[in-house]
């Protein structure tokens, strides 16, 4: 692996802090262009993301998270939220039939979409937070997202104010097995 992209992998942190600064056109079309160079089921895409800069909208879809949420402020501080939806009943089906296990493959698809932002992002200089934790439903209603689609994460990006320390992480040995589990 090239020593830049896996300096970008172990030195990307979570940022909920932002500089009231702008982020550029051309800078957000470079992490829109990562997620559209997402790897995908069957290459089916199925991601869709609403780009909030409007704050009053950032208002409203701050209504949808809880005040415990340590991302909270994020949403409306950051210059542009992503709201990352997915197109339900695309990934994982073939024929209109699912085909895995784990039923509808939206959430690996837009887990990684969220990674490559979250990897882009940092290599231009930018923060970000994958929130998960808010009321997804809410959330889409003040978005408008229609039926047939969720609202899974929202990424609030911008420039970073503050950056924290890297956390602990398990050594390979605690998670890696060989040939069986």
């Known amino acids: 692996m090239p ?3 896996m300096n970008a992998i172990k030195e990307r942190r979570t940022v909920r802090n932002f500089e009231d600064k702008p982020v550029s056109d051309d800078v957000l079309q470079s992490i829109l262009e990562a997620v ?3 790897p995908s089921w069957a290459n089916t895409q199925c991601w869709e993301v609403v780009v909030i800069k409007d704050q009053s909208v950032k208002e409203k879809v701050q209504e949808a998270v809880p005040k415990g949420n340590p991302s909270r402020k994020a949403v409306v501080e950051a210059p542009v939220v992503l ?4 197109r339900l ?6 024929k209109g039939e699912v085909t895995t296990k784990f039923g509808d493959w939206f959430m690996f698809d837009l887990g990684l979409a969220c990674q490559n932002v979250s990897l882009a992002a940092h290599s231009l200089g ?3 937070v994958m929130m998960g934790l808010y009321d997804q439903d809410k959330a889409a209603q003040a978005l408008n997202i ?3 689609y969720e609202q899974v994460v929202l990424m609030p990006l911008g420039y970073p104010s503050k950056v924290p320390s890297a956390p602990k992480r398990r050594a390979i040995e605690e998670f890696c097995r060989e040939n069986t589990f």
């Open 36 to 38: 559209q160079w997402t």
């Open 126 to 128: 930018l923060g970000s």
């Open 89 to 94: 009943k695309d990934a994982g089906y073939k």
């Open 3 to 5: 020593n830049e992209v």
């Open 146 to 148: 229609p039926e047939g």
């Open 83 to 86: 709201a990352m939806c997915a």
